[in-house]
Each structure stands twice: as C-alpha cells, then as structure tokens.
C-alpha cells in the first residue's frame, strides 16, 4: 500500500495509518495538520477515532514507527480538548 499501513478493525472496515507522524502539537495544531496533509497521493487523511487509536495502540509492536509521546485522537474530551494515548 502506497498510502500508508493498512490496519484492519474488528468489525471488518479497514483504515490507512500515515508512516510517521508530523511531530509534537497541540490538538487544534494535529486536527488541522492532518486534514492539511496530502501524502502518497491521499489528501483525505484526519486524526483517528479513539477506537482506532485504541487498535493502533495495541498493534503498536507489529506496526512500529511510534515515538514514546502522547497522540490525538479526534474524539472530543471537552470543548477544548481530545482523548489521547501515550505510546
């Protein structure tokens, strides 16, 4: 896949996971880098759910590439703020 990672969820529906990610930032900052991004041919890319941040976390050793910070979700927490993991 040019795109990125392939990573399946358990209900069957499949999404795309960038190859690295685009450095330390607030979450605003991360929503709107990410809807910004165009890479590999894909201008289409967001933030993931906290679902699939939930998966990517523990696929994290078969995927690799995650760097031992926070990462935004895009599922709110407050108004102001998101639900994150630290990897």
């Known amino acids: ?5 392939i990573v399946a969820t358990q209900n069957g529906s499949q999404f795309v996971v960038a190859p690295a990610d685009l ?5 605003e900052d991360a ?10 041919g894909y201008s289409d ?13 523990k696929s994290n050793t078969k995927i690799g590439g995650f760097s031992p910070v926070y ?12 639900w994150y993991f630290s990897f």
């Open 71 to 82: 990462y935004w979700s895009d599922t709110e927490a407050n108004h102001k703020s998101a």
């Open 23 to 27: 450095g330390q930032m607030n979450w």
């Open 31 to 40: 929503k709107m880098a990410s809807s910004n991004l165009s890479l590999n």
């Open 1 to 5: 896949m040019h795109g990125g990672i």
């Open 45 to 57: 890319w967001r933030l993931p759910t906290i679902e699939e941040l939930g998966l990517l976390f």
